[in-house]
């Protein structure tokens, strides 16, 4: 089993940044695929960024460009750099490995509120 916490979410004003932090524990080397996902109030949870364990990112399209996801393997880390917020960036952020068998325990989540 994999356990996740999450962490660095806040209030910003649109515009602003916020650094997301994932920490995991447990059997977390047989993850290849990470996740950074979001759910604002009466909508689906969402994936917005991912990381493989060769380095490579995929965005979804609402945030190309502006959230960069990162892994620090050392210390079995995964982060989420938030540029530019937008009031629509509003969401409990939360992370997660991405497998066919599908995802671990969620954890906590950490909210992110943009005000306008």
């Known amino acids: 089993q994999v356990r996740f916490v999450e962490s660095g979410g806040g209030l910003v004003q649109a515009g602003g940044s916020l650094r997301l932090s994932c920490a995991a524990s447990?059997?977390?080397?047989?993850?290849?695929?990470m996740g950074w996902y979001r759910q604002a109030p009466g909508k689906q949870r969402e994936l917005v960024a991912r990381?493989?364990?060769?380095?490579?990112?995929n965005y979804a399209d609402s945030v190309k460009g502006r959230f960069t996801i990162s892994r620090e393997y050392t210390k079995n880390t995964v982060y989420l750099q938030m540029n530019s917020l937008k009031p629509e960036d509003t969401a409990v952020y939360y992370c997660?490995?991405?497998?066919?068998?599908?995802?671990?325990?969620w954890g906590q989540g950490t909210q992110v509120t943009v005000s306008s």
């Open positions: 997660n490995a991405i497998r066919s068998s599908g995802a671990f325990d």
């Open positions: 990381i493989s364990t060769d380095g490579s990112t």
């Open positions: 447990g059997s977390t080397v047989t993850i290849i695929h």
